[in-house]
């Protein structure tokens, strides 16, 4: 059984900045990709940015510059680091994880969500 937890959301001004974590625990080997998704009312589900095992990362046009991932594989625990927070924002953003299980299973994993709200 694997779980990713979501932690950090909360209710910030624009120009503001906010650190939200995912934390995977279980049978874990190894996470290859970690993403974060955001959907905000009314909309699809949107990518907002990917980061690798061995680092490397790709963001949603509408991010970057703004957003930064980052991970530590020893916890098992990713990060997005996100400054300059707009009202275009506002979301609840969930992690996704492709998992690779102690048995050598590949399974792919979701966060429950946390609320983003930007607004002034």
């Known amino acids: 059984q694997v779980q990713l937890v979501e932690s950090g959301g909360a209710s910030v001004q624009p120009g503001e900045s906010l650190r939200l974590s995912c934390a995977a625990s279980g049978n874990i080997l190894s996470i290859y990709a970690m993403n974060w998704y955001r959907q905000a009312p009314g909309k699809q589900r949107e990518l907002v940015a990917v980061?690798?095992?061995?680092?490397?990362?790709n963001y949603a046009n509408s991010v970057k510059g703004r957003f930064t991932l980052s991970r530590d594989n020893a916890a098992n625990t990713g990060y997005l680091q996100m400054n300059s927070l707009k009202p275009d924002d506002t979301a609840v953003y969930y992690c996704n994880a492709d998992i690779i299980l102690g048995a050598g299973e590949l399974r792919e994993a979701w966060g429950q969500g946390t609320q983003v709200t930007v607004s002034s």
């Open positions: 980061i690798t095992s061995d680092g490397s990362t």
